[in-house]
């Protein structure tokens, strides 16, 4: 008589779909809650893939991409040889490497601060203000600073001129452009990573505080040694994210605040997408373009993950 196979062994001999569908039918009011999101992303995030056909020919926008005629890498030479797009990619690395010295250790500063506030009313009331800026356009804020410091009538322009100076055209001025561009998105987002790294804070137990205290530890001690290690995972995670988005720069703020005046220091890759492919209609040279950063993304991703996870052990996967 031959032995029973036991119930672990038969479910390993099941195929991946057949294991798939005992699963579906297990839990099946988890899957159908999940059932939105996956018709989200296939809808939204996958369908649209299709268009990256457009990088690989001569698009005709009344031919339609079937009958558009095949040119491979055509498109991609033309990129990379093409001294217009070299400045644009040398424009955002340097306004993304800007934004991520300056702005990135900001909200890791501001939460350590206002984790110390004892006065409940008052916290809530700062971590308000500072957040409600996330909300607001980029239109709004891009209107908000232009009156700001505009040349006639702003309000920065006219403490510069009380205080002996000269007005500075700074919507207009290559050399200052971009800080404008970093303060205006400290302005806004800030808040935001600052209520995330808030939420880290939370999870440290109190008890090494306390711990800390009864061993003589001071409040830089007690940051070095317990908040900052405590908030690693969620740094981390922000950083690696952040990675994804160097060749991003802030294209929506962009758009909306410069001009052709600061396109030497300001023009980033999304917004030469936009002034080529809907400016020019050059929809496969565009398309080119912006497959070439979603690629450098990806890359920077899975190499600040496999660094993060080589290094520090730690990691998004």
Do not use: C
Not at 206 to 232: C, H, N, R, S
């Amino acid at each position: 008589m031959e032995p029973a196979v036991s119930q672990p062994a038969a479910r390993r001999k099941r195929s991946p779909l057949s294991q798939l569908w005992a699963d579906i039918r297990k839990d099946w009011d988890l899957y159908l809650a999940l059932a939105p999101g996956i018709l989200f992303l296939i809808l939204f995030k996958y369908t649209p893939m299709y268009g990256i056909l457009i990088a690989f020919k001569d698009f005709n926008i009344f031919d339609g991409m079937a009958a558009s005629p095949w040119v491979g890498l055509d498109n991609f030479q033309r990129l990379f040889k093409s001294e217009a797009f070299m400045d644009v990619f040398q424009n955002t690395l340097m306004i993304s490497f800007l934004k991520i010295v300056f702005l990135f250790p900001l909200p890791i500063i501001v939460a350590i601060m206002m984790n110390e506030l004892k006065n409940m009313v008052f916290k809530r009331s700062i971590q308000t203000i500072i957040y409600l800026p996330h909300f607001l356009s980029w239109v709004i804020v891009s209107g908000l600073f232009i009156d700001l410091l505009s040349v006639n009538g702003g309000l920065v322009n006219k403490l510069i001129v009380a205080l002996g100076g000269q007005p500075i055209p700074f919507m207009l001025d290559n050399s200052v452009f971009r800080s404008v561009l970093v303060t205006s998105a400290g302005w806004k987002e800030i808040g935001w990573s600052t209520i995330v790294y808030l939420a880290a804070l939370t999870s440290i137990d109190p008890q090494l505080y306390e711990a800390a205290k009864i061993d003589g530890a001071g409040k830089w001690k007690q940051t070095l040694f317990i908040t900052l290690p405590g908030m690693v995972p969620v740094i981390l995670l922000m950083f690696i994210l952040r990675l994804g988005s160097v060749l991003e720069a802030g294209t929506e703020q962009i758009l909306v605040m410069y001009n052709p005046g600061v396109y030497k220091v300001a023009d980033v890759i999304g917004t030469f997408v936009y002034r080529i492919g809907l400016g020019e209609q050059n929809y496969s040279f565009s398309t080119a373009v912006g497959l070439f950063e979603s690629v450098i993304a990806f890359f920077l991703i899975v190499s600040g993950n496999a660094m993060s996870r080589k290094f520090l052990h730690r990691g998004i996967w």
